[in-house]
């Protein structure tokens, strides 16, 4: 068990890594393509294609790890794509830089620590457990979708449809769990099978159509902490609500809550850093 979460671990860092490295190379497709169509260039095409690796590895650290636990890993993408700016873009790093990481590395371990999330194998989901967790979760993009609409200022559209994105992420990488389950209970065929699979495709792709929205709409600063926040927040939710995975309580929430500001401290602080536009 310790070591398929230590492994769990390992491979949620390596899909935070492909995910920041797939945005950098889309981001120098966008400033060295010009006017070529972006699906033209080999990088971004590079760049798509870490990005299904990426999905790959998140997939198969669900099957050995909690979803409350893997998913906050990830969101230490945005500290690897602030770094990796430095190689791509030659984006100065500094000391803002550099505490907004410790803050955020500081948070996401103390979170996985103060919870302590624990995964269940084998368990069943009535339906209408999964079609509140859908549909309230869908609810919650629908209206911060129509909330970027009814906003004119760009500021507030971007970071509505910011946290709509990380909500919209959390919603597939909730279902991608659910097709894992099947895989551990099941087999592959099942899987394959499965309309947890196929929903969490569709949450993926849907995702990223709505993230290339939000990131045109507005600057990074607006719309980046609800992209990186509300992804492992939704995740801890439905991996407590949903898949039922057990957590730590008493004096661990308030050491739970106090990790997350620190979290959310560091990605707000880190949004604002010159080298996530730098080139």
Not at 70 to 87: D, F, Q, T, Y
Not at 89 to 105: N, V
Not at 219 to 225: E, G
Request: a positive charge.
């Amino acid at each position: 068990m310790m070591k398929d979460m230590v492994f769990a671990f390992f491979l949620a860092f390596l899909a935070a890594l492909a995910n920041a490295s797939s945005s950098l190379l889309q981001r120098k497709a966008n400033k060295d393509g010009k006017n070529r169509h972006l699906m033209l260039q080999p990088i971004w095409l590079l760049g798509l294609g870490i990005a299904f690796v990426s999905f790959a590895l998140q997939a198969v650290a669900l099957s050995l790890g909690s979803l409350a636990a893997v998913e906050p890993v990830l969101a230490l993408e945005l500290a690897a794509a602030v770094l990796g700016s430095a190689l791509f873009f030659r984006a100065p790093i500094g000391k803002q830089e550099w505490t907004s990481i410790a803050l955020m590395t500081a948070g996401t371990v103390g979170l996985i620590v103060a919870l302590n999330p624990q995964k269940r194998d084998m368990i069943t989901i009535p339906a209408w457990q999964w079609l509140a967790a859908i549909g309230l979760s869908a609810a919650l993009i629908a209206a911060c979708c129509a909330g970027a609409w009814r906003i004119r200022r760009a500021e507030y559209r971007a970071a509505l449809l910011g946290l709509g994105t990380g909500v919209a992420f959390g919603l597939g990488s909730s279902l991608l769990k659910g097709a894992m389950l099947v895989l551990k209970q099941s087999g592959i065929a099942s899987t394959l099978l499965s309309w947890q699979l196929y929903a969490a495709l569709a949450a993926s792709i849907f995702s990223f159509w709505l993230l290339q929205r939000a990131l045109g709409t507005g600057k990074l600063v607006a719309s980046q902490p609800g992209i990186t926040l509300a992804d492992p927040f939704v995740a801890i939710a439905w991996g407590g609500l949903v898949y039922g995975e057990k957590m730590s309580g008493g004096f661990a929430i308030i050491f739970a809550v106090a990790a997350a500001l620190v979290l959310s401290a560091g990605a707000i602080l880190l949004s604002r850093a010159p080298a996530l536009t730098h080139g």
